[in-house]
């Protein structure tokens, strides 16, 4: 996703840059092929439409990993997860926030994780 949108970003400024094509004169060439502005548009359009593509994928993946976090009967194990993989926060600082020893917590995630594959794994199953 970031190198998509790295690449993006270098098209749209190269399309900022390109000059506009002369249409008060005849092609040299009979081809059809988009050149300059046209190529660097096509190229920026596709990219923006992949990188769009993966944000909804991302989302909804992220949407059924919250709502499998979410179906935690231990409040612990879907806090300890909810807040280290939904919002990103290290596990020292997740042990630090609620208290816990970080040994602690790992051992709320680990448990946590295999109770998210278990749901997984009854998911698929169906």
């Given at each position: 996703?970031?190198?998509?949108?790295?690449?993006?970003?270098?098209?749209?400024?190269?399309?900022?840059?390109?000059?506009?094509?002369?249409?008060?004169?005849?092609?040299?060439?009979?081809s059809k092929?988009?050149?300059?502005?046209?190529?660097?548009i096509i190229?920026?359009?596709?990219?923006?439409?992949?990188?769009?593509?993966?944000?909804?994928?991302?989302?909804?993946?992220?949407?059924?990993?919250?709502?499998?976090?979410?179906?935690?009967?231990?409040?612990?194990?879907?806090?300890?997860?909810?807040?280290?993989?939904?919002?990103?926060?290290?596990?020292?600082?997740?042990?630090?926030?609620?208290?816990?020893?970080?040994?602690?917590?790992?051992?709320?995630?680990?448990k946590g994780?295999?109770?998210?594959?278990?749901?997984?794994?009854?998911?698929?199953?169906?």
């Amino acid at each position: 996703m970031q190198q998509l949108t790295e690449q993006y970003i270098e098209l749209r400024a190269t399309a900022a840059t390109l000059s506009a094509t002369r249409y008060d004169h005849e092609p040299v060439s009979g081809s059809k092929r988009p050149y300059g502005l046209e190529k660097a548009i096509i190229g920026y359009l596709t990219l923006a439409e992949q990188i769009e593509e993966r944000r909804t994928a991302f989302f909804v993946i992220r949407q059924r990993i919250i709502a499998d976090i979410q179906s935690l009967s231990d409040y612990r194990q879907m806090q300890v997860l909810y807040m280290h993989y939904v919002l990103y926060k290290p596990l020292a600082v997740v042990a630090n926030e609620i208290g816990y020893s970080l040994s602690h917590v790992k051992g709320v995630q680990t448990k946590g994780l295999a109770e998210i594959q278990k749901i997984i794994n009854r998911r698929e199953k169906k």
